[in-house]
């Protein structure tokens, strides 16, 4: 079956703009996660959601990051103006329940110039 | 606050070798550990994955053991092949419900 999907693959954008990162989980999966995964830092958690509430958000930098997801089902990480900083990859999880097994994503590669 | 450790960050081995991937853990209270792969530009492969009740799982080449008691855990890749070269990461889930807390992983090189 199909696996967890992100667009865009790569996203280039200039410093101060907003931008939207999508996911898509394995149909039928409950949980669902957002990562990033940034040269010096390694593989860092940002939100978890259990169908559509996220009870730990606590990985969220700053309040430019926000999520949401809608259905059970997609879920959209949006960063408003953007900082360089904020260049990294964002992956996306998901599993079955909390407990199960997480399955990544490609990511989406995010530049700010 | 529970830390993840991977060492050496790199290691490059020939053809053939047996080899063994190091991960330790500050906190031993876990859920669950897991390895995954990760290919240059890609998203993360789950290899493994490793319940706190559990001493080891086996797939195919590799095998994870988990010793919770010390905080370790050690991915063996058996008759290791260049195919294999990838990012080696483990993480940690404290409990249900909860994140996975990831090493920097180990970049494997295998030689032909």
């Known amino acids: 079956g199909a696996g967890v999907s992100q667009s865009p693959s790569n996203k280039v954008t200039e410093k101060g703009k907003d931008v939207e990162l999508r996911c898509d989980p394995i149909s039928g999966h409950t949980a669902l996660y957002w990562y990033r995964q940034s040269l010096g830092q390694g593989l860092e958690f940002l939100i978890y959601f259990q169908g559509n509430s996220a009870p730990d958000k606590s990985g969220l930098p700053s309040d430019r990051f926000s999520a949401e997801r809608t259905g059970g089902s997609v879920s959209t990480l949006t960063i408003q103006r953007t900082q360089q900083e904020d260049s990294a990859v964002y992956l996306c999880a998901s599993s079955l329940d909390g407990r199960a097994e997480q399955y990544f994503g490609p990511g989406t590669r995010l530049t700010v110039t | 606050k529970q830390e993840v450790t991977q060492i050496p960050a790199a290691l490059s081995v020939p053809e053939g070798e047996n080899l063994v991937l190091n991960c330790s853990f500050t906190d031993s209270a876990i859920y669950n550990l897991q390895w995954f792969r990760q290919d240059p530009g890609k998203g993360l492969t789950s290899l493994l994955l490793?319940?706190?009740?559990?001493r080891e799982q086996t797939s195919g080449r590799l095998n994870a053991s988990l010793d919770k008691s010390s905080g370790r855990s050690t991915l063996y890749i058996a008759a290791s092949q260049p195919g294999d070269s990838a990012t080696y990461l483990c993480a940690v889930r404290g409990g249900a419900n909860s994140k996975l807390t990831f090493g920097k992983g180990i970049t494997l090189s295998v030689r032909p």
């Open positions: 490793i319940q706190s009740s559990q």
